[in-house]
């Protein structure tokens, strides 16, 4: 089966770091670029950033410039996401989505997601 499978969410602390994992199968990885997003409770779903297919060029969404990195291993047909100073408004659904451009505003150009990855932020 094509697929997208995020893990590595948990209940984190006020300040502390994540870092999710987003495996492929069924398609060949290195083709095509991935991207994360992340849905919280009543919230719209927000975009957070992408990589390149090749992984030398990312892109981050404003609200978390600075405090994230999404890398990728194309070897393990994996993607990463780390982030940084979590807060309690970080709190959301966070998911790995296949990207097949040309623009991160239409989410009709992310063609294959995972079921997504739970984050509490919480002391």
């Known amino acids: 089966d094509v697929q997208l499978q995020a893990s590595g969410g948990g209940l984190v602390q006020p300040g502390g770091s994540l870092k999710l994992f987003c495996a492929a199968s069924?398609?060949?990885?290195?083709?095509?670029?991935i991207s994360w997003a992340r849905q919280a409770p009543g919230k719209e779903r927000e975009w957070l950033g992408v990589?390149?297919?090749?992984?030398?060029?990312?892109y981050y969404g404003d609200s978390v410039e600075g405090r994230i990195t999404i890398t990728r291993d194309n070897s393990e047909n994996i993607a990463f996401l780390k982030m940084d100073d979590l807060t309690p408004e970080d709190t959301a659904r966070y998911y790995c989505?296949?990207?097949?451009?040309?623009?991160?505003?239409?989410?009709?150009?992310?063609?294959?997601w995972g079921q997504g990855t739970q984050v509490t932020v919480s002391s």
């Open positions: 069924g398609y060949t990885f290195k083709d095509y670029a």
């Open positions: 990589i390149n297919n090749g992984g030398g060029l990312t």
């Open positions: 989505m296949r990207y097949r451009g040309p623009v991160y505003t239409d989410w009709s150009n992310f063609d294959l």
